[in-house]
């Protein structure tokens, strides 16, 4: 077994020694994170036409990948994938490991994700062509009171975004525990009980702040102004704690022992719920509308995995992930299709530098798809997808027009189409708007399962909300601010009452078309750039023959619209010249992604075991057997 820490090169040494020897405190600390992107933004609108980096890198870390025989856990922080392996090694099952990650990444990386927040679980129960494929919505709910006017001012214009996030205005019906204890219920081994039993131990005994976590709580504005966040996150002085401070949390542990013996009713209902609705509620400046009545009637649903072929050098993949309200696994299909329609689709990188002309081609798929994106995909109990079914915006024929609009000049305005056979659509595409934070977990067990799973609280630390020893989210602002557009027609992901915020979370597995066999499972975090740091992942390890690790490491890119952006200091002024001189606007932002992938060793000419790599921008380690 082997494991991988990725901190900051200043704490590194220090970061491994306290987790895996159980220091209590860091003598030094001098980690230096720059301002997020997010501060300077504070007193932006809703609509946005950059993404906004929420959450503080690592530091860049090089890394090999982690080879593994029968299982691995690969998640965004040690403790964290320490307790899924220990409950794979009990005899528990992937969904039973995810369980226990999930807890100890609340407690350990709360900027994250959490008990308060959402997740999307993409599921596998074995190889071959009888295999099941199953997608668990966790996403969070608008409540029963919400209106589609929530983030509008009394002059009907969108709110600066964090007037809108901070506050009980943006908390969304939580969804991550119910959707594990459906999984558990249909795939766990271990009783539901003993997946608690890592975070509550560490809830009480305590963890050590990691440099990132530090580096998080130095960079946010808005988390101390909550008396509970306050008096749990910083010093007397208004100072975060330090890196290695030993940070305990005993109203999380009663709160999770109540939700270990008592199942996930303890949560959505009685006294936790009735703490979570009041301080929602009774935000002195901010006020929501969530109530206990739609806590205690949140449901968790099963939909069916969205899945496309995928075809490299006359070999057929069969790329699987999340439907609508997810638009993680359209975007990342019509890119990939869009790309095999032009010169540049083959090429490789060179020693890591990529080319070009294939950047351009990628940012012109980019635009084309999130065109699509915006037009389109919302909650698919509220909005009826093109011709009836989604997989009308991934058809070939449909693809291949839209590809003819990619030249040898950058797009400027984009239009969505049309797929071959729907009408116009009677929505208004959604103006650009911020996207943040999550998680991302990837396991396959001894059983032959395996799992994808991106959860989240949506931005950094999420609502600035503290219950019971956890944070609450900001997933409504994943809305459209925007309703409507200037001459009324609707916008599809705008607020409705009980309506799921579309996603771009794209927990992703990947099959050989011909056997069914399982090849690879891969996500990451990241906001609306989640589809390209996982679209980038997927064509580093399925078309350019790249390890796992190879691939994440990888400098990162994307276009969300107009402007292209790229990772900061990892591209030269030659290519960025050369795509600016197509017309492109190019940005450099931090694009601190947090990939996790666990592939078939065959896929890289190997024995039959796991290969496995998990980003080097964050704190992530892989562990197995």
């Known amino acids: 077994m082997k494991h991988y820490l990725r901190t900051s090169l200043v704490c590194q040494a220090i970061w491994v020694g306290c987790v895996l020897g159980g220091c209590t405190h860091w003598q030094t600390s001098n980690l230096e994170p720059k301002p997020l992107t997010e501060q300077m933004a504070s007193k932006v609108p809703g609509a946005l036409t950059t993404p906004l980096q929420p959450e503080v890198a690592s530091g860049l ?13 690969a998640s965004a922080n040690p403790l964290a994938s320490q307790a899924g392996l220990d409950i794979l090694q009990a005899g528990g099952s992937a969904v039973d490991a995810a369980i226990a990650v999930q807890m100890v990444l609340g407690l350990v990386e709360p900027q994250s994700s959490g008990i308060g927040g959402g997740a999307f679980l993409l599921h596998t129960n074995g190889a071959g062509l009888t295999r099941r494929i199953q997608a668990f919505d966790g996403r969070e709910t608008a409540p029963a009171g919400a209106h589609e006017s929530l983030f509008l001012n009394a002059q009907g214009q ?27 219920q249909q795939h766990g081994k271990l009783p539901w009980v003993r997946l608690f039993d890592p975070a509550i131990n560490l809830t009480k005994n305590g963890f050590v702040i990691s440099p990132r976590l530090h580096a998080s709580l130095l960079a946010d504005t808005h988390l101390k102004l909550d008396p509970s966040a306050r ?34 009713n303890a949560f959505y209902q009685g006294d936790v719920a009735q703490a979570i609705v009041d301080k929602v509620q009774q935000h002195p400046q901010n006020p929501g509308r969530l109530s206990t009545q739609d806590l205690s009637q949140y449901q968790a649903k099963e939909r069916e995995a969205l899945c496309f072929d995928h075809v490299v050098s006359a070999r057929v993949f069969e790329i699987c992930g999340f439907p609508p309200p997810s638009s993680g696994a359209i975007a990342i299909g019509q890119i990939l299709g869009l790309l095999q329609h032009v010169p540049s689709s083959s090429r490789a990188p060179i020693q890591g530098v990529l080319d070009a002309d294939w950047l351009h081609d990628y940012a012109q798929a980019s635009r084309l798809a999130y065109a699509d994106r915006a037009q389109y995909v919302a909650d698919p109990d509220f909005v009826e997808a093109p011709t009836g079914d989604w997989r009308s915006l991934l058809s070939p024929a449909y693809l291949k027009l839209r590809a003819q609009l990619m030249g040898p000049i950058s797009l400027k305005q984009t239009p969505a189409g049309i797929p071959l056979g729907a009408q116009k659509s009677a929505y208004a595409p959604m103006p650009d708007q911020a996207e943040f934070g999550t998680s991302h977990i990837s396991i396959v067990d001894a059983y032959g399962n395996a799992l994808a ?44 009452a009980n309506k799921r915020p579309r996603s771009s979370m794209s927990p992703t597995l990947v099959f050989d078309k011909a056997t069914g066999e399982l090849l690879m499972s891969t996500g990451s975090p990241g906001g609306d750039m989640i589809i390209h740091f996982t679209t980038k992942t997927l064509i580093g390890v399925l078309h350019w023959g790249m390890t796992p690790q190879q691939a994440i490491d990888l400098p990162n890119f994307g276009a969300l619209g107009d402007p292209m952006v790229v990772e900061e200091k990892r591209f030269s ?25 666990i592939v078939k060793r065959p896929m890289v000419g190997h024995s039959n075991n796991w290969i496995s790599g998990t980003d080097p921008r964050r704190e992530g380690v892989v562990l197995g057997q």
């Open 158 to 184: 969108p709110l600066p975004f964090f007037d809108a996030v901070v506050g009980g205005r943006s908390v969304g019906t939580p969804g991550v525990l119910k959707m594990l204890a459906m999984a558990h």
């Open 573 to 597: 002024a030659a290519t960025l010249q050369s795509l600016r001189a197509r017309g492109a606007e190019v940005r450099e932002l931090a694009l601190t992604s947090g990939i996790q992938a």
């Open 61 to 73: 870390v090089r890394n090999a990948d982690v080879i593994t025989l029968r299982t691995a856990v």
């Open 453 to 496: 799973m991106t959860t989240t609280i949506e931005n950094s630390f999420g609502a600035r909300q503290m219950v019971r020893g956890f944070l609450l989210n900001n997933e409504l602002t994943d809305f459209s601010f925007t309703p409507r557009n200037a001459q009324g027609r609707p916008i599809a992901n705008r607020v409705q």
């Open 231 to 264: 008096a749990y996150f910083y010093q007397a002085d208004g100072a975060p704690h330090p890196i290695g401070y030993v940070l305990r949390n005993p109203e999380l542990a009663e709160v999770l022992q109540r939700i270990a013996k008592e199942g996930v």
